[in-house]
């Protein structure tokens, strides 16, 4: 499996932007489709958008427009451009690989829409 850690998240105001990072511990270059999740407290894991190796990119309605999601295979990351950031985007965001997700976490980054 591949250890993932995310960062980038805090508190930012609505309308504002965050760029998440995600850091694989190896090449993900031979996995197909990697997505950014987010949980807030009380619901279900719920999936934000993909990307696969060649670059074809799915997001969620909810963040349709707003969010940007890219990968750099020679630098082994996975980024999530965020901007027009709404409260209801607060959760914790995790990456991990999709469809299927391996069952080793990370431990996520916070985002916090607040003023």
């Known amino acids: 499996q591949v250890q993932l850690v995310e960062s980038g998240g805090g ?5 504002g932007s ?11 270059f031979s996995i197909n489709a990697m997505g950014w999740y987010r949980r807030t407290p009380g619901n279900q894991r ?24 890219s990968r750099d295979n020679a630098k082994n990351t996975v980024l999530l451009q965020m901007n027009s950031l709404k409260p209801e985007d607060s959760a914790v965001y ?4 999709w469809p299927r997700p391996q069952d080793a976490w ?8 607040s003023s």
């Open 11 to 15: 508190l930012v105001q609505p309308g």
């Open 18 to 28: 965050l760029r998440l990072s995600c850091a694989a511990s190896r090449s993900i």
């Open 46 to 69: 719920e999936l934000v958008a993909t990307i696969a190796t060649a670059g074809r990119t799915n997001y969620a309605e909810f963040v349709k427009g707003r969010f940007t999601i």
């Open 94 to 97: 995790y990456c991990n690989t």
């Open 106 to 113: 990370g431990q996520g980054t916070q985002v916090t829409v």
